[in-house]
């Protein structure tokens, strides 16, 4: 089955405490990208990676890293979290950067105490 | 700079009632337009893109350039209708697809 996976789906951390989120897609996309979903703003893209070893900012970068190691791969790292990065997160994933459709994984909800 | 603005929080509509889910956006240039939908407890999903033309669901819409607006209707509104409804759009260099703030549809019996 096509689809984008992310783990873990729930996590609860510290302040500090250096986290990944994985993402993985099955689909052989070229671009690949995360986002965090907040209320009252909608969906922010925080990086996103048009190929392997290429990634960019998006809108919201800040506390974030991300690598594209592998084509099916693209981890969200947080090397120091903090309270304001508590968010549900979402990966996806495109045949190419325009005019297509995103594939979603079904989200990480980050709650950073 | 482009944005996506979706006024509407909340659209509270009967079943049956005809539905309409407002999007503005500011582009320069030719735009790609998007609907995406979240059903509760899944992941987004496509509904439909301008580019394709096609109802989904029984949705339409329609891109109307002189206005900068892309709304989601559908004649007859149903439960399963209720749902975490996006407008999205693609920025001219491919690397964004840019959200508004979303809209929850909830469709009353």
Redesign the interface.
């Known amino acids: 089955e096509a689809q ?1 996976t992310q783990n873990p789906r729930y996590l609860i951390t510290v302040t500090g405490k250096k986290l990944t989120v994985t993402c993985s897609q099955n689909m052989n996309h070229e671009y690949m ?1 995360w ?1 965090r979903q907040d209320p ?6 925080i990086y ?1 990676s ?1 190929n392997v070893e290429v990634t ?1 900012k ?2 919201v970068p800040e506390g974030y890293k991300v690598s594209r190691k592998e084509k099916r791969n693209f981890p969200l790292i947080l090397e120091s979290p903090s309270p304001n990065q508590t968010s549900l997160y ?1 990966c ?1 994933s495109s045949f ?4 297509t ?2 594939f ?4 990480t909800r980050l709650t950073v105490v | 700079a482009q944005r996506v603005t979706q006024p509407e929080k909340l659209l509270s509509v009967f079943k049956g009632a005809p539905v309409e889910l407002k999007c503005n956006y500011s582009y320069s240039g030719s735009p790609e337009l998007f609907w995406y939908v979240q059903y509760s407890r899944q992941r987004l999903q496509l509904l439909l893109r301008h580019i394709s033309r096609e109802s989904i669901k029984g949705f339409t819409a329609d891109l109307n350039k002189g206005e900068t607006s892309f709304h989601l209707k559908k004649p007859f509104a149903q439960e399963e209708d209720s749902a975490m409804y996006y407008c999205a759009l693609t920025s001219p260099q491919g690397g964004k697809l840019i959200f508004g703030q979303g809209t929850e549809l909830s469709v009353k019996p």
């Open positions: 984008v990208s986002y009252g703003l909608g969906l922010r893209q996103y048009m960019d998006g809108d979402f996806a190419r950067a325009v005019n459709e995103a979603f994984g079904q989200g």
